[in-house]
């Protein structure tokens, strides 16, 4: 939803989705906030705790059935397997989505990381629309007057139909806009720590082709995964700029996510967001 300066700061129970690229800010101005005030909901939490425990599960199990040991008491039920996500700790999900590659190198072969990965899209999509719910559970259960959704990165590929109209109607849209500064800062995160990503189909099979092309192999299975998500990244960055930018025109506003490190409290967040408003055409 668009809000005016004056709308938003009279806003009672005030509802925000925060929008952009991994690293770019969401997580550090959800701290920011009051803990007693608003009510944090993590979309990559919501994912790994609702809608992928199962499957994050099943392939622990694949391995451990495996080992003649574990695999025996797993089925005289002696011993049981649980996931341990929480907010600060989504290791498993992320283990889960994997690197395509060379399984020799702890890759994934083409089908089976395509499986995860419309797995993981298909729970982004229910995450979403179940914001509704937690913003009601949240004032009406646990008495929080305010409501911030921490989005996941992928998001953005989203069509109007499947989550947009929907958030937009419950809350404001904020995109968190990186500078060419930021967009740096990203780019050599990505190169020293490369980590598994959720991509569109269309987008990783058109960059698929050209990297086995420009380093001249024969299948992915010959990919080292993380060379992949290092070559690719830069390029998924450009491919979400126009689609967070084109969320944020039609839903909400743009902020500039420059500033989020010199914010301190409550009140700077607040006035970063108005900003934003008031920078909206």
């Known amino acids: 939803m668009k809000k005016t300066r004056q709308e938003f700061l009279q806003w009672e129970n005030k509802s925000i989705t925060l929008l952009g690229m991994s690293g770019v800010g969401k997580t550090t101005l959800s701290s920011l906030l009051p803990s007693d005030q608003w009510f944090h909901y993590s979309g990559d939490y919501r994912i790994g705790k609702r809608y992928l425990d199962e499957a994050i599960l099943d392939e622990v199990k694949k391995m451990a059935m495996e080992h003649p040991f574990l695999r025996a008491q797993l089925c005289n039920d002696s011993i049981y397997i649980r996931n341990n996500i929480t907010v600060n700790h989504l290791g498993p999900m992320s283990d889960f989505l994997g690197k395509i590659g060379n399984p020799d190198l702890g890759g994934l072969p083409v089908d089976e990381f395509k499986r995860r990965q419309h797995l993981y899209r298909a729970a982004e999509v229910h995450a979403m629309l179940d914001v509704d719910e937690f913003i009601e559970r949240a004032q009406q259960v646990y008495r929080y007057p305010h409501f911030i959704n921490d989005a996941g990165g992928s998001i953005c590929s989203f069509s109007d139909n499947e989550c947009w109209n929907h958030l937009s109607a419950s809350t404001l849209v904020l995109y968190l806009e990186a500078n060419e500064d930021m967009e740096e800062i990203l780019l050599e995160r990505a190169r020293r720590h490369p ?87």
């Open 195 to 281: 980590k598994p990503m959720n991509y569109e189909e269309d987008f990783l099979d058109h960059h698929l082709t050209e990297y086995l092309e420009l380093n001249d192999l024969k299948s992915a299975e010959e990919i080292v995964p993380d060379e992949f998500v290092q070559w690719i990244f830069p390029c998924l960055l450009n491919w979400r700029r126009p689609q967070y930018r084109g969320i944020a025109e039609r839903h909400g506003h743009i902020a500039d996510a420059s500033k989020i490190p010199a914010l301190r409290d409550q009140h700077d967040f607040l006035e970063f967001v108005c900003e934003a408003i008031e920078a909206s055409p």
